[in-house]
């Protein structure tokens, strides 16, 4: 408790969060939804590396890899209803990133490059949301 519990308590009442505001807006993340989310991280390796070894680098198990897989699809739901890309910030995405983007197909790539600025354009919403969610949360600390 005194290295890493305050920590891991805070991370365990932020999943929780999470978890309350997906409940709340009736976002579901199936095994399926996280398969594919899987295979797509295990793609921008560029197909290199197996799920074991990104565990193994990482240091996690399967089920940690999932629940963080779980987490990150539930935000990006609950964030992204809202959030759009426009074909000019796809194509200028495109001309600056060219190199990083795995697709080679002109339809792929876009669809890669759409992708990647939803992300951004989440990202940028995520820590003023959590913020939000959290100071709006009754969660009660006991000292051991």
Request: charge should be negative; aromatic fraction near 8%.
């Amino acid at each position: 408790m005194a290295k890493y519990g305050s920590q891991t308590l805070e991370g365990m009442i932020s999943e929780q969060l999470i978890y309350d505001e997906a409940k709340k807006s009736g976002v579901v993340i199936t095994a399926k939804d996280i398969e594919e989310k899987e295979a797509e991280i295990l793609k921008s390796f560029g197909g290199k590396v197996s799920l074991e070894e990104v565990l193994k680098y990482q240091g996690m198990t399967k089920a940690d890899f999932d629940n963080q897989v779980r987490i990150q699809l539930f935000v990006f739901r609950l964030l992204g209803k809202d959030v759009t890309a426009t074909d000019e910030e796809v194509t200028s995405f495109i001309e600056k990133n060219k190199e990083a983007l795995t697709a080679t197909e002109e339809g792929a790539l876009k669809e890669e490059a759409r992708t990647a600025v939803m992300e951004q354009k989440i990202n940028e919403k995520v820590q003023p949301w959590f913020t939000d969610i959290k100071n709006k949360a009754k969660v009660f600390r006991f000292n051991q």
